[in-house]
Nanobody
């Protein structure tokens, strides 16, 4: 079983920035789609951004002008650059790697990293 490793969370003031990283060891990273999701207290987990193997990206409407997802295939790492953070961005952020390999679908997740936006 593969577990992704997120890092970079923390406490930041409104208007501040953070960069989250997610490393995915032991997978075919360059063919995988990578996603960032978040779950706020009392709410369902939601998709924040995806980046596909060809570099295409998609974003939730609530973040698309403030967050940027990118990937470094040489490092098996996906990033989420977050700027102009708002209190409503407070959540546990999770990354996942998904796709199909050998006709078998896969979807691996990390343990999450906490982001708190507060003054």
């Amino acid at each position: 079983q593969v577990t992704l490793v997120e890092s970079g969370g923390g406490l930041v003031e409104p208007g501040g920035s953070l960069r989250l990283s997610c490393t995915a060891p032991g997978i075919n990273f360059d063919i995988s789609a990578m996603g960032w999701h978040r779950q706020a207290p009392g709410k369902q987990r939601e998709l924040v951004a995806d980046i596909f193997s060809g570099g295409q990206t998609e974003y939730a409407d609530s973040v698309k002008d403030r967050f940027r997802i990118s990937r470094d295939n040489a490092k098996n790492t996906v990033y989420l650059q977050m700027v102009s953070l708002k209190p409503e961005d407070t959540a546990v952020y999770y990354c996942n790697a998904y796709g199909v390999f050998g006709h078998r679908p896969y979807d691996y997740w990390g343990q999450g990293t906490q982001v708190i936006v507060s003054s």
